[in-house]
Nanobody, 125 residues
Framework: QEQLVESGGGLVQAGGSLRLSCAAS????????MAWLRQAPGKEREFVGA???????YYADSVKGRFTIYRDYAKNMVYLQMDSLKPEDTDVYFC???????????????????WGQGTQVAVSS
């Protein structure tokens, strides 16, 4: 029922930056926690970070200090600002939403109720 739409992916050189956006409905944005995950071909989806419904962010160790998650309450948008990108950051990035913070903390977002279609990020060396 709920749709999440990611955008902002592209090709960038190592050390560069990209900002991904996730558009959500007002209902989803107000009652759901939001997360970002990424997936390489043939691999499982990997947790990147999340932000609670009240705006508290949480990051995987692999991206801490390089990526920033924030939300715009007026636009029902969640953003993933990616700086100091590395070739290993190359993945399809997904926005996800779930009602329970435990889903994020324990399941690392992989069992989230709602998912976007993904946006491709490619980092060249």
């Amino acid at each position: 029922q709920e749709q999440l739409v990611e955008s902002g992916g592209g090709l960038v050189q190592a050390g560069g930056s990209l900002r991904l956006s996730c558009a959500a409905s007002a209902r989803t944005f107000s009652i759901y926690h939001m997360a970002w995950l990424r997936q390489a071909p043939g691999k499982e989806r990997e947790f990147v970070g999340a932000i609670s419904r009240t705006g508290n962010p949480y990051y995987a160790d692999s991206v801490k200090g390089r990526f920033t998650i924030y939300r715009d309450y007026a636009k029902n948008m969640v953003y993933l600002q990616m700086d100091s990108l590395k070739p290993e950051d190359t993945d399809v990035y997904f926005c996800a939403a779930d009602q329970a913070w435990t889903t994020i903390a324990i399941q690392r977002g992989r069992s989230s109720e709602y998912w976007g279609q993904g946006t491709q990020v490619a980092v060249s060396s």
